[in-house]
């Protein structure tokens, strides 16, 4: 066949597309009861990603550094309400976050460790989002160690290395199939691990080159536990100097068994005795550290599933200062209007009320889910009811005294997740960040944190000059 033929067939093919672009109704036409839609020529040429939200985004972010020569207080109240930050606080308060500051202030200068629980969805785990929030907490006011883990992970974490054998069972909220024991002890997790008669874990830190510095090395490891009854012993092996350290117990209930090293970077914990372990603590001196609480499948409303008393006791024993929910991502597929979105906030609602009332000396901030795609119309777009989800789950947790970030408007708002996907910061599942994503949207969670204290900071200065 003659070139001159190929090409005059291959003209009319996409003239005969485009006059279809063209003539197709934007709605769609009914055909036995199924929808058809055809694209625009519109989206045809131009495509999805003409406003280039991710670059906007990047950019914003590279250039956020605050400038000296206008240190004042008003400069900063301007950045916290501004729309690059995407921080709502409840009634306006600048100060909101001043009793968690000074608390993980007091933390460094005593030399104890203040706690940052980061529950949320699979968008944090393997520490991704909470490693960025992590690091700019500890510059701030010191700290390191990986913070507090599960005696199984069952999803890698890229910042900490861990492995269990033994006779041990899953006591969990979430996540599957649930196994309700009539002794058990969700704990902080909303999940833990009865070991019945021995385990034995092997705890260690990250060799990665990128990792932080806080994260290759640690002082203090605590076990968080629930003994039912009979001895209870756990026994620390120091893989780098060989010591071997012993604790034992035959006292029933929650209880923390502590240890201080000079320094290491890898022990193995042996259990014996029927217990529930709630987690390790892996921590490294005074200051602050933030536990990824990550829950796969959650939209966040199992806490009011765990006991008040047994909750409030952990959270005393392990000295919880703040408290962050990221949520919402998992109840976005199954919206199907605005009852149902009224219905999932009210459920946010309660579990905040709980929360709070468990600790109240703790600071409260909420993470909003990101924007999301699914096909609408052969196209990928954000969900239907994503828009008006984001908007009352604001509301909502405002009305509740606390805090909120919007990560769905910090990402560029309605569509972006396309853009996101099309530069490599997101999967193409069209929900969840890529490494490289999730560290961006850390880093900018980071950097409002690291905004309002810079606020505190100047106020405090300016306070003891007065006075």
Not at 55 to 83: F, K
Not at 197 to 222: D, E, G, Y
């Amino acid at each position: 066949m003659k070139i001159t033929k190929v090409f005059k067939f291959f003209l009319l093919c996409f003239s005969l597309l485009a006059l279809l672009a063209i003539s197709f109704p934007d709605k769609g036409v009914s055909v036995a009861g199924k929808e058809l839609r055809f694209a625009t020529l519109h989206k045809v040429l131009v495509g999805h990603h003409g406003e280039k939200k991710v670059e906007a985004v990047v950019s914003s972010l590279n250039t956020a550094e605050l400038r000296n020569t206008e240190d004042t207080l008003e400069y900063y109240r301007t950045l916290l309400t501004s729309e690059s930050s995407h921080l709502w606080l409840p009634k306006s308060d600048y100060g909101y976050f001043d009793h968690f500051f000074d608390a993980a202030s007091k933390a460094y200068e005593n030399g104890v460790t203040l706690r940052v629980l980061h529950y949320g969805d699979s968008q944090i785990e393997m520490d991704r989002m909470s490693c960025c929030l992590r690091d700019t907490l500890q510059r701030l006011f010191g700290g390191g160690g990986i913070g507090m883990i599960p005696l199984i992970q069952t999803v890698n974490s890229m910042s900490f290395s861990q492995k269990c054998e033994g006779n041990v069972s899953c006591i969990s909220t979430w996540g599957g199939k649930q196994q309700m024991g009539a002794n058990g002890t969700f704990g902080p997790m909303l999940r833990s691990w009865h070991v019945n008669s021995k385990a034995v874990a092997t705890l260690r830190c990250t060799s990665s080159k990128s990792a932080s510095h806080r994260l290759k090395q640690f002082s203090k490891v605590k076990v968080l536990y629930n003994n039912h009854g009979g001895r209870l012993s756990v026994v620390l092996n120091g893989l780098d100097d060989g010591s071997i350290l012993r604790k034992e117990t035959e006292r029933e209930g929650i209880g923390v068994m502590e240890w201080a090293l000079d320094s290491a970077s890898a022990v193995k914990v042996e259990i014996c005795g029927n217990a529930d372990i709630c987690g390790f603590l892996v921590d490294d001196c005074g200051g602050v550290a933030v536990d990824n609480m990550a829950m796969r499948g959650s939209s966040g409303t199992k806490f009011t599933m765990v006991d008040s008393v047994e909750l409030s006791n952990c959270f005393n024993k392990i000295n919880v200062g703040m408290i962050v929910l990221q949520f919402g991502g998992n109840a976005v597929p199954s919206l199907n209007g605005e009852k149902s979105i009224d219905m999932y906030c009210n459920k946010i609602k309660c579990q905040i009320e709980y929360l709070k009332n468990i600790a109240p000396q703790a600071t409260f901030l909420f993470v909003g889910p990101s924007d999301m795609s699914t096909k609408v119309g052969g196209e990928y777009g954000s969900y239907v009811w994503l828009s008006m989800l984001v908007e009352k789950l604001r509301a909502t947790v405002l009305s509740q005294g606390v805090a909120y970030w919007s990560m769905f408007d910090a990402m560029g708002g309605e569509g972006s997740m396309v853009d996101w996907v099309s530069q490599g910061y997101a999967g193409r599942d069209y929900v969840h960040f890529t490494s490289k994503g999730s560290m961006i949207m850390g880093g900018e969670l980071g950097r409002i944190m690291s905004l309002c204290y810079r606020y505190y900071s100047l106020k405090s200065r300016l306070s003891g000059i007065k006075r």
